[in-house]
């Protein structure tokens, strides 16, 4: 599950909270708990932290997709991924 579909999750038992059953309140609280402890931020440095927030609002993409771009198109370059296809990337633009 990705952290935005559990956080579409935690957002719709929040809005109906009484409708959820007891046994499974707990079991979206670990789960909620966990991911917020391993959520771990990265440190930059200030001129890389400014670039990227400059790069996202050119791009008009979030920061973290930035970074999600970045990752993957070093990774393919390096050859520490296979190189997507152009079919694969129209399939996967819209998802996230």
């Known amino acids: 599950m990705t952290r935005v ?3 579409e999750e935690l957002e719709s038992a929040a809005d109906r909270i009484a409708d959820v059953s007891r046994p499974d309140l707990p079991i979206i609280l670990r789960r909620a708990a966990l991911m917020l402890r391993n959520v771990a931020g990265v440190s930059l440095e200030p001129a890389t932290e400014d670039a990227l ?3 996202a609002a050119e791009m008009k ?3 973290s997709d930035l970074i999600q771009i970045i990752l993957r ?6 050859a520490y991924l296979p190189v997507r296809t152009l079919e ?3 399939e996967t633009d819209g998802c996230g």
Request: no cysteine; proline share 0%.
């Open 5 to 7: 579909s559990f956080a």
């Open 53 to 55: 927030n400059a790069i």
């Open 61 to 63: 993409v979030g920061r």
């Open 73 to 78: 198109e070093w990774l393919e370059t390096n």
């Open 88 to 90: 694969e990337e129209s």
